[in-house]
């Protein structure tokens, strides 16, 4: 069995403890590979089925396809994650979101679209900030025609990403192949 850099075990549904094999399953089922990320959280299984739990719940969440990577692209940004935003790259791109944006927000630079900005900006302050956002903050939000409700949504979507974003800084997380034209690293500048 393969092992991150830090050695943590990339499980596979054999190698996984028991309670993580059905999850492993269908997760392979639904992207057609397992992902690295899944296969080390596989280790603890229900770090695992929160991780996944959450995923399907934020898909539920008023946003389009598009916004939702916004949230996750952002986050990866703010917390450097160079797995999720790798792999958030080529998911955004799929999803629709125009690539100019994809690159604004890699680069850690403001998106063109004026409702895309306003919620690359106000996820940005509720991961720097730890959710102390302002009213005026809020406010900004809420002007660019999002609600009350995304407000929360934007949180649900962080909580995610810290799952994901946490467990590849502890375990070095190696890249899956579909990530290798996607490659990042947080800018120095930022």
């Known amino acids: 069995m393969a092992a991150t ?3 943590f075990p990339l499980h596979n549904a054999a190698s996984a403890p028991e309670a993580a094999r059905p999850i492993l399953e269908a997760t ?3 992207f057609g590979m397992l992902p690295n990320l899944h296969a080390v959280l596989a280790e603890a299984p229900a770090a695992l089925e929160g991780y996944a739990a ?3 719940i934020f898909e539920k969440a008023s946003f389009t396809p598009a916004e939702r990577q916004v949230v996750y692209l952002t986050s990866n940004y703010e917390n450097a994650c160079g797995y999720c935003m790798a792999g958030h790259s080529v998911l955004a791109k799929g999803a629709g979101l125009p690539a100019a944006a994809i690159a604004a927000i890699r680069d850690g630079r403001e998106i ?3 409702r895309l900005e306003a919620l690359r900006a106000f996820t940005a302050k509720v991961v ?3 959710g102390w956002v302002s009213e005026a903050d809020v406010a900004a939000f809420l002007a660019a025609g999002f609600g009350r409700r995304q407000v929360l949504e934007v949180i649900l979507g962080v ?3 810290v799952i994901s974003n946490y467990t590849n800084h502890v375990a070095d997380t190696p890249l899956d ?4 034209d996607t ?3 947080k800018p120095a500048a930022a």
């Open 5 to 7: 850099a830090k050695s």
């Open 28 to 30: 392979k089922a639904a």
């Open 54 to 56: 959450l995923w399907s």
């Open 112 to 114: 063109a679209d004026p």
């Open 128 to 130: 720097v900030n730890r």
């Open 159 to 161: 909580a995610v990403k």
């Open 177 to 180: 192949g579909f990530m290798k």
């Open 183 to 185: 490659v990042w690293s």
